[in-house]
Structures are given as structure tokens and as C-alpha cells.
């Protein structure tokens, strides 16, 4: 029972606990607030000794401060106790409130655990509530909002006066507790947010670096970098671009900003454009520049987050290319032309005119009607070409040699429409001439050509075919084809012919060649002879190539001698 100076004491233990309290929120640091929490239990409480032990990430508790001892705090500060063996203490001897009291007489058997502790030297109490060396107070320490979280344990030792706390100086441990529970909470959120300003302002200063960084790479790359938007009506518009894209095509940034690729790609290339993806896609086209003219680069797209959620835009590395290009279509038409006279060879020759044959013999000429009826089950026949009429005269589209027929469709087998248009040999006399028109091969020779070479040199003989060349070129249309075969050896392709167009082609051509050639102050002619064969669907073009030859070879041994004199 209290004594008669219990308003007193009441009046004390209030004014040193709430100078104790006061103390509490003095403290800048987690470390700090703890080490105030042992002082407050020593200076404000009366006892000597006193404990902190916080619950660590793993759910330990370790020594965090102590008060009352240097020697027993340099024994047991930083110590670990596992958290069954407090859990196992705390269910131990008599509950005063929230606190554990576990008198000398259970508490012997906590002597060999794990939880770090201290030994204090005393007689064995004289009345029932003197304090015994080995008697072991704690004041669990709960967060606030009515859980059970543990944040730690204060451990009390040695109260001054030697006696046991009444129900005052009990309750007033309890309200301690509860009071530092609330301060380190309160100093572990403002060390939390103390951290996570200190990170977010490094990530602010890593994403400025980046950003600065990301800045000078893009103003300041040797090659042409754009940023364009992606997505919604202004997908495209390009919304950045550095001085080496403005310098590699003319262009100043100002005005860049209010175009798009597809504005500036050749008309050629908006197929590759559209069909490069956003994400990795890879691209060679060409861009105009300011003056007109086209300009071969690179594209490689990347796709960049403004932010975690925020708009998407493109990345677009734009490299100059334009002297490999131009070195590989110079390669490319080294290897299919030839060097002396620049016209196709041998090998583009062959190529354009297998281009144009299939496998399938004799096959019957199909009208664009008649291949429009199959389609749709109409006419079962077949329609022969009229005399003089062309399915495909006035299209467009159609341009020399490309392949002919490229709307799609599906025959009437259900499979993918034949796009091939058959070649098929007119006729080529009076009697057997239908009107029909076919793919001509012309093959060239020219006459007395060796006669010059052995009299005035190879350098007047290569003079010759150069001429020969360009007359043959010029006397054809934009789309026919004039190839050096080889040696003095011409092929003419011709296609839309009869045999009439064809004779009379042959005639202009032997006509353009026989005027005189002037070389080195001397003039010199050359006569031509001339094969007529036509490309059928059916043979090779070695077959091709040779009927022509062959009928070369009839019409120049039926000329006179005089018609094929040069020099």
C-alpha cells in the first residue's frame, strides 16, 4: 500500500515523466531517440539501469542504447536476442499492465539463453518488496493505431530506493513506453523520408546527368538523330532534330518541325517507309533535300517513354549512306553492263529475257477479257489476239519490261491468278501474219568490223563500237533493250512488234549504222547485219539467242558483198 505521501509521489513521478517525454522530442536521429529512451527511463524514472532493445528487419531484437553503465554497456551494446527468446520472457512471470515483471525466483532459468543480459551483485531482499539483483522488469514498447506490432523492449534494473514500482511508478513505466513507442516511430519515418529524399534527389540529379548526357549525345552525334511522335493525328511530326540531320539536308530545325519522314522520303521509298517498324526497324530510302535533290541514308527506329506512363515517342538514328550506295549500284552496273560501251552484257541480257519466258510451250494469248471471264466462271474459250490490239495499251502502270498483269486475283481453279503474260510468235509472213505482236530479238553483227581493227589499231575498233552503240540506242524506244553480246555482236530487245515492225526496225538500224564514223581525222564504215527471232514461251534463251543468230547468218551470206564492204 501506498504511504501517506502518495500525492506527492503521484505529483513527482508526473513531473518526471513529463520532463522525460519533453526530452524525447529533442531527438534529431533514430539513434538519438533511442539513446534518449534509456536516459529518460534513468534521469526521469528513478531506476539506475536501462535497456533499449529494438526489433531489427528479421525480427531479432538488438541492444540499441543503454543508460546507467558504461561497463555494461560496452558488454552488451549491439548484442542480438532472438525473437523466441523474448517472446518466451515475455510470457513469463506476473503481468502489471503491459508490463513483465519476472521475480528472482522464475527467473534463474533465463540465465542460459540467448537474450543478452547483465548481473548485478546484492543481498537477498529483506521484505516482501524489496528489489532482488535477479528480478527482470520489461515494458514492451507496441506501434501506435491498436496492434500488436512489437517494436522493442525496455529492460529496467536496480529501482532507486530498492523496492519493487507501485502501481504509480507502474504506470507510469507503461506510459513511457508508450510514449517512446510513438518517438521511434515518429524518428523511424522521418529517417525513412530523410532516405527516400536523400534517393530521390540523386535519382533528380542521375536523371539530370542522363538527361544532359542524352542531350549532348543527341545535339552533338556525328550522324542525324529525330525525335518524332507516335500515336494520334501528329503520328510522325518530327519533334527534334539535331544539327547533323539539318546539315545533311539542307534544312533548317525550324522547318523540320513541321514535317515528317513521309514528307521527305522519295516517292519510291513510302512503301519501306511504311513498312518500317517502330521498334528495332531498319530502313535504307532515300530523304529530299532542300535543294531537290535525294540523298541515301540508313534509318533505325527505337521507341523512347517520356516517362513510366507518360507519351511514347521515336528515336530515329539517320545515317548518310549515299557513297555506299552509290559505290554498290557502280558495282552493280559494272556487273551487268558493259565497260566499253556501257550497255547491258551478256549475263542482263540473258537475265531480261528469261524474265520473260516460262516453261509452258505454244501457250494461247489471253486477252485481259478473257482472263477477267475465267475468273468469274464467265467464258470457257479461248480469245485470240485481235489484229492490232494490246490488253494492256494505255495502262499506266506498264513500263518495258516489268511484269505485266500485277492487279492480283485468283484463277479459275480457285488458285493464285497467273500474272505471267505468255509470249507467243507472230507470224511472220503474209500468209501466216495474224496481227499478232510478240517480244522481237534482233541480233546484230556487224560487217567488215575485223578489217578496221587489223588496218588502224584496237583504239579506232573500240572508237567504232562505241558509235555503233549509240546509234542502236538511239534509233530504239525508252523501253527496248540494246545489249553487247560480246566482240562486234549486238542484241536488240523489242517487244509490242509484228513481224512487219520487226523487219522495219532492222532496216532503220542497218540504215543508222552505215553513215561513216569518224576517228582521229579519218572516217570509216561499218555495215550490219541483222536476225529477226521472236521470244516464245516454251524455249530457252540460249534457243532464242541461237534462232537469232542463225537467221543473222542467212541474211548476211543472201546480201551482196557490196552492201557489206566497210573501211
Known amino acids: 500500500m501506498e504511504t501517506e505521501s502518495e500525492p506527492y509521489v503521484r505529483l513527482a513521478t508526473l513531473r518526471q515523466l513529463h520532463q522525460a517525454v519533453a526530452e524525447l522530442n529533442t531527438a534529431r536521429s533514430l539513434a538519438d531517440t533511442l539513446q534518449t529512451v534509456a536516459d529518460g527511463v534513468v534521469e526521469g524514472l528513478g531506476y539506475q539501469l536501462?535497456?533499449?532493445?529494438?526489433?531489427?528487419?528479421?525480427?531479432?531484437?538488438?541492444?540499441?542504447?543503454?543508460?546507467?553503465?558504461?561497463?555494461?554497456?560496452?558488454?552488451?551494446?549491439?548484442?542480438?536476442?532472438s525473437r523466441g527468446s523474448w517472446e518466451r520472457r515475455l510470457a513469463m512471470g506476473e503481468s502489471w499492465g503491459s508490463l513483465r515483471f519476472i521475480p528472482h525466483t522464475e527467473g534463474w532459468v533465463l540465465l542460459e539463453d540467448d537474450v543478452p543480459q547483465w548481473y548485478t551483485e546484492g543481498p537477498d531482499p529483506r521484505f516482501e518488496d524489496e528489489w532482488h539483483p535477479q528480478d527482470r522488469l520489461y515494458a514492451p514498447m507496441?506501434?501506435?493505431?491498436?496492434?500488436?506490432?512489437?517494436?522493442?523492449?525496455?529492460?529496467?534494473?536496480?529501482?532507486?530506493?530498492?523496492r519493487r514500482p507501485g502501481p504509480w511508478g507502474q504506470e507510469a513505466l507503461q506510459m513511457y513506453a508508450s510514449q517512446a513507442a510513438i518517438a521511434i516511430s515518429n524518428a523511424r519515418l522521418r529517417a525513412n523520408m530523410q532516405r527516400a529524399l536523400v534517393r530521390l534527389e540523386r535519382e533528380q540529379q542521375a536523371l539530370r546527368a542522363s538527361e544532359e548526357s542524352f542531350r549532348q549525345a543527341f545535339e552533338y552525334a556525328p550522324s542525324g538523330m529525330a525525335i518524332a511522335e507516335m500515336g494520334g493525328d501528329q503520328h510522325g511530326r518530327l519533334l527534334r532534330t539535331n544539327d547533323a540531320l539539318c546539315r545533311l539536308l539542307g534544312r533548317p530545325a525550324s522547318a523540320m518541325r513541321?514535317?515528317?519522314?513521309?514528307?521527305?522520303?522519295?516517292?519510291?521509298?513510302?512503301?519501306?517507309?511504311?513498312?518500317?517498324?517502330a521498334e528495332g526497324g531498319r530502313a535504307e530510302l532515300r530523304l529530299a533535300r532542300r535543294d531537290g535533290s535525294y540523298v541515301w541514308v540508313s534509318l533505325r527506329n527505337s521507341v523512347v517513354a517520356d516517362t513510366a506512363d507518360g507519351p511514347r515517342f521515336l528515336l530515329t538514328h539517320v545515317e548518310d549512306i549515299e557513297e555506299r550506295k552509290s559505290r554498290e549500284l557502280q558495282l552493280a552496273h559494272r556487273a551487268s553492263h558493259d565497260s566499253l560501251t556501257g550497255l547491258p552484257n551478256s549475263a542482263e541480257l540473258r537475265a531480261r529475257?528469261?524474265?520473260?519466258?516460262?516453261?509452258?510451250?505454244?501457250?494461247?494469248?489471253?486477252?485481259?477479257?478473257?482472263a477477267l471471264d475465267a475468273a468469274y466462271g464467265g467464258y470457257e474459250g479461248t480469245v485470240l489476239y485481235e489484229p492490232g490490239y494490246d490488253a494492256y495499251d494505255g495502262y499506266d502502270g506498264y513500263d518495258g519490261y516489268e511484269e505485266r498483269g500485277a492487279h492480283g486475283g485468283f484463277g479459275p481453279d480457285g488458285g493464285p491468278f497467273d500474272h505471267h503474260v505468255h509470249m507467243v510468235a507472230p507470224g511472220e509472213d503474209a500468209e501466216s501474219d495474224d496481227g499478232g505482236?510478240?517480244?522481237?530479238?534482233?541480233?546484230?553483227?556487224?560487217?567488215?568490223?575485223?578489217?578496221?581493227?587489223?588496218?588502224?589499231?584496237?583504239?579506232?575498233?573500240?572508237?567504232?563500237?562505241?558509235?555503233?552503240?549509240?546509234?542502236?540506242t538511239t534509233g530504239v524506244r525508252d523501253g527496248d533493250t540494246v545489249a553487247r553480246l560480246g566482240g562486234d555482236e549486238f542484241v536488240v530487245l523489242a517487244d509490242g512488234l509484228g513481224a512487219a515492225d520487226a523487219a522495219d526496225l532492222a532496216v532503220r538500224l542497218r540504215n543508222a549504222i552505215i553513215p561513216p564514223i569518224r576517228v582521229d581525222g579519218r572516217a570509216v564504215r561499218v555495215g550490219a547485219s541483222f536476225g529477226i527471232s521472236w521470244a516464245s514461251c516454251g524455249m530457252s534463251v540460249e534457243e532464242v539467242l541461237q534462232s537469232a543468230d542463225q537467221r543473222m547468218y542467212i541474211e548476211k551470206r543472201s546480201r551482196s558483198k557490196v552492201h557489206r564492204r566497210a573501211g
Open 437 to 472: 505482236k510478240g517480244l522481237a530479238v534482233l541480233f546484230c553483227d556487224l560487217d567488215g568490223f575485223k578489217s578496221i581493227n587489223d588496218r588502224f589499231g584496237h583504239n579506232t575498233g573500240d572508237a567504232v563500237l562505241i558509235e555503233v552503240a549509240h546509234r542502236l
Open 142 to 162: 507496441y506501434a501506435s493505431g491498436g496492434g500488436n506490432e512489437l517494436l522493442g523492449v525496455i529492460s529496467v534494473d536496480r529501482p532507486r530506493g530498492g
Open 50 to 81: 536501462a535497456c533499449v532493445n529494438v526489433v531489427q528487419a528479421d525480427g531479432d531484437l538488438v541492444v540499441a542504447a543503454f543508460a546507467g553503465s558504461a561497463a555494461a554497456e560496452a558488454l552488451i551494446t549491439g548484442r542480438v536476442g
Open 353 to 370: 529475257l528469261s524474265a520473260r519466258l516460262c516453261s509452258r510451250p505454244h501457250a494461247p494469248r489471253e486477252t485481259a477479257v478473257e
Open 258 to 277: 513541321r514535317l515528317s519522314f513521309s514528307d521527305l522520303v522519295h516517292p519510291e521509298d513510302i512503301g519501306t517507309l511504311l513498312r518500317t517498324s
